[in-house]
């Protein structure tokens, strides 16, 4: 996407784990789920916002818990749902969708609508890394659609940039999840056209940003990615 009036949007949907007051009862014994992996992407938000300064972009971010509801996932997707929402009453489960959901999904819109050249989404999330025994031995994922022909050549010349600056934290493209699966990227690709909207995902081992002194460094590595 070459148009000079194209502008970088900064995305994070697995911000925080606050729980809204009127939500409280349903994790009252949920505390140490809130505070692991399935309750929010740590170090996430703090790369974002670092990020969102460095390029003087526009920044969508929430941080209301996933297990809320996962910002990440289309309203129509089950796993938009946790266990611990995905039994409540319909009316409930749709009111949790106008109250988080929909909002966050039309302030990235709005914020794509008001690039008329196109616009590079940048959605910042990180994994944990161990899931379920298996040890997930790279530190930052490029996530994007490789139909796409502007997403493909972006990610593989950012990883070749990282691999350089960041030798020996490993930097794989489509891992440890799949670019063009069920997301809030997918879904706006279907929406807008190629060359008005690039979507990439970066997924961060949370690792490598366990200390503000890593996120610092990290996040440096990253603005370095644009102009």
């Not at 819109?109 to 790279?138: E, I, W």
């Not at 997403?151 to 930097?171: F, K, Y």
Request: proline share 6%; charged share 25%.
């Amino acid at each position: 996407m070459a148009n000079p009036d194209c502008r970088v949007i900064v995305t994070c949907e697995h911000g925080g784990n606050r729980v809204p007051r009127r939500e409280c009862a349903l994790f009252a014994r949920a505390g140490r789920l809130l505070a692991s992996h399935r309750g929010f992407d740590a170090g996430a938000l703090d790369i974002t916002r670092r990020l969102a300064r460095a390029w003087r972009a526009p920044l969508v971010a929430a941080t209301t818990t996933r297990l809320l509801v996962d910002l990440n996932r289309s309203p129509h997707n089950p796993a938009v749902f946790s266990a611990i929402t995905r039994g409540l009453p319909r009316a409930r489960r749709d009111a949790l969708l106008a109250r988080h959901h929909q909002p966050h999904w039309q302030r990235v819109r709005a914020a794509l609508a008001a690039s008329p050249g196109g616009a590079l989404h940048f959605a910042v999330h990180s994994f944990t890394p161990v899931l379920r025994g298996a040890r997930r031995d790279f530190g930052i994922g490029i996530l994007y659609d490789p139909k796409r022909r502007a997403e493909r050549e972006r990610a593989l010349a950012w990883q070749r940039r990282l691999a350089r600056a960041l030798p020996g934290v490993g930097v794989r493209r489509n891992a440890p999840y799949r670019g063009d699966g069920d997301g809030l990227t997918t879904a706006l690709r279907r929406e807008l056209p190629a060359n008005r909207y690039e979507g990439i995902e970066l997924e961060l081992n949370q690792r490598l940003i366990a200390s503000a002194a890593q996120r610092r460094a990290l996040a440096a590595a990253l603005a370095a990615l644009l102009p």
